[in-house]
């Protein structure tokens, strides 16, 4: 494929500040400027044509020209292009919407604060841990369980959360509330010798040790993806939630699963949350609730919590929390018809016929000198990249990005 840039690029994205990108100083090749999309593919500027296996950022689940999308926002824009749901005001897509999602939801899960982003939702979902224990008069409750090598966002609360050196380096993060514990990939840290199920219960007694140490009463929620997207697509080993959820029920933990990547069929099931039958209290959602199409995001609660969190609201007078954009009424239309069209086409049950094939072509690569290890789940995969594949030793990398710290992957959503 060319390479060639327009006489013009640096002078056209000068001014765009480009996320995760390479600064390095001799790099003047500049970002890949894509400027149209149809089905599985994008274009670029110059004409070159790229099949897009990672659906953007792990978002366009229904591809990059789905009609249907459009026209849904195309008709809310003539309705109402915008409104909010401050001061007990409310539209029809956002009280669709709600029904819909809380209605795919796993069981229990009934009620939903929308955001933007995965970021802004798994932010609140800090905010009302809090607000949570505040009410049921626990002020010393508010430590939050993450994993290395997690990825839950960048906002203070969520970067903090995630658990990459390059998203706290220099940033200041994290913030003292929030811990990090093992990251349950076998591949890269398993012991010598080490079975899955006694590496499972290694991590599981890990964690039950971080929070007796802390203290209990000062531990508020374990948050998860059930599998790492861009920490490395790590499938924990069997056994691992299920020991884990015990733990958090044994402390009273709260246990909020980020499903930003797994959600909406990638594993296999409408949910990560169904494939490792995990329960959680808490529960963001975004990217494939729209397709990636318009932003929105969504952060689903118990019963339980939203009684509390309706409690608190009547003492202080107010729930003191909300967004401009929340639910904004276009994102909220699409987002209704994106979920429409994963139950009518039967997502699900697509992905299941196709995981077997995919993985039947991904295990070819599996004794190649340079591939360590072919991981995943459903359609989310990724092939390890190493530079001795009996040691498991991979190639070099600076900065660190994922599991090992030098790990070269490829992956595929």
Not at 82 to 95: D, K
Not at 143 to 170: C, P
Not at 203 to 219: H, R, S, Y
Not at 375 to 389: F, N, P, Q, S
Request: hydrophobic share 40%.
């Amino acid at each position: 494929m060319s390479t060639t840039r327009s006489a013009n690029w640096q002078k056209d994205v000068a001014h765009v500040v480009h996320p995760y990108s390479n600064l390095d100083a001799h790099d003047t090749r500049g970002p890949v400027v894509i400027t149209r999309g149809d089905g599985c593919y994008v274009e670029d500027e110059n004409g070159n044509r790229y099949l897009e296996g990672m659906s953007g950022l792990w978002c366009t689940a229904l591809g990059f020209s789905e009609k249907r999308l459009v026209d849904a926002a195309m008709k809310q824009f003539n309705a109402l292009p915008y409104y909010h749901l401050f001061n007990h005001r409310s539209h029809p897509p956002a009280i669709a919407l709600a029904e819909a999602l809380t209605g795919i939801a796993p069981e229990g899960l009934n009620h939903v604060l929308f955001a933007n982003s995965g970021s802004e939702a798994n932010d609140a979902a800090v905010k009302l841990v809090w607000y949570y224990n505040n009410q049921l008069n626990r002020p010393k409750k508010k430590k939050i369980i993450s994993r290395l090598y997690g990825y839950h966002g960048v906002t203070v609360a969520s970067g903090s959360l995630t658990g990459l050196v390059h998203v706290h380096k220099d940033f200041d993060l994290p913030i003292p509330q929030v811990l990090h514990t093992d990251c349950p990939s076998y591949y890269h840290f398993s012991q010598p010798g080490e079975s899955q199920d006694q590496f499972a219960e290694r991590l599981a007694n890990n964690l039950e040790q971080m929070i007796l140490k802390e203290g209990p009463e000062t531990v508020a929620a374990f948050i998860a993806e059930p599998i790492h997207g861009s920490g490395g697509v790590i499938v924990p080993p069997e056994g691992y939630y299920e020991r884990v959820q015990a733990i958090l029920r044994k402390y009273d933990v709260l246990f909020i699963v980020d499903e930003v990547i797994c959600g909406f069929g990638r594993t296999g099931k409408m949910f990560g949350s169904d494939t490792f039958n995990l329960k959680p209290d808490m529960m963001t959602v975004a990217k494939g609730l729209s397709s990636a199409y318009l932003p929105i995001s969504g952060l689903l609660l118990t019963d339980q919590i939203n009684e509390v969190l309706k409690a608190g609201s009547r003492k202080i007078g107010a729930f003191a929390h909300g967004l401009t954009y929340a639910a904004h009424p276009v994102a909220a239309a699409v987002a209704l018809e994106t979920i429409k069209i994963y139950q009518e086409r039967k997502i699900t049950d697509h992905v299941q016929a196709l995981s077997p094939y995919f993985f039947e072509r991904l295990n070819k690569l599996a004794d190649h000198p340079l591939v360590g290890e072919v991981r995943g789940r459903g359609l989310l995969a990724a092939v390890e990249i190493t530079a001795d594949k009996a040691a498991r030793k991979p190639f070099p990398r600076k900065p660190p990005l994922a599991p090992g710290s030098r790990t070269r992957r490829w992956s595929t959503a």
